[in-house]
């Protein structure tokens, strides 16, 4: 979704080869439930969390999307295995990641959503276990065309 259609590949190897991590190499590497797929579900995370669980096996992780502390402790309790705590400002994120990991030591605790090279210091807590931002979006593109356009 968030890299150059046609250099998916490509472009994940070079996040991997500079340091980063690729999350998920395409859809099938993770169950992740966004905030559409917990609507869908009359808002209920533990229902959509207990839902994918029925389906994606024992193998695949399910990550949750969530808004604020009180659905991220629900995605833990339902059996997430991680809790993307996503938009936060940076000292709320590092609370509530504080409070969900005392709660759910097991627990992924990622943050995402508004991180930035220039941010990303700032949610550097000992709670946290992953900061995502894209990589992939965050650079200059040419700007070219292949249009063809007839002699004047």
Known sequence: RKLTPGFRVVEKFGMVVGG????????????????????????SVRESVL?????TGFSLKIDVECQNLEEALEAAEAGADVVMLDNFEPAKFCADAEQ??????????????????????????????????SLAQNYTCVDFSLKIQKPA
């Open 100 to 133: 969900l990991k005392k709660a759910f030591p097991h627990v992924l605790v990622e943050g995402s959503g508004g991180l930035s090279e220039e941010t990303i210091a700032q949610y550097m807590c000992p709670y946290s276990d992953v900061l995502s931002l």
């Open 20 to 43: 980063a991590d690729a999350h998920r190499m395409d859809l099938s590497g993770m169950a992740m439930l966004k905030d559409n797929h917990i609507w869908s579900n009359h808002g």
């Open 51 to 55: 839902k994918a669980k029925k389906v």
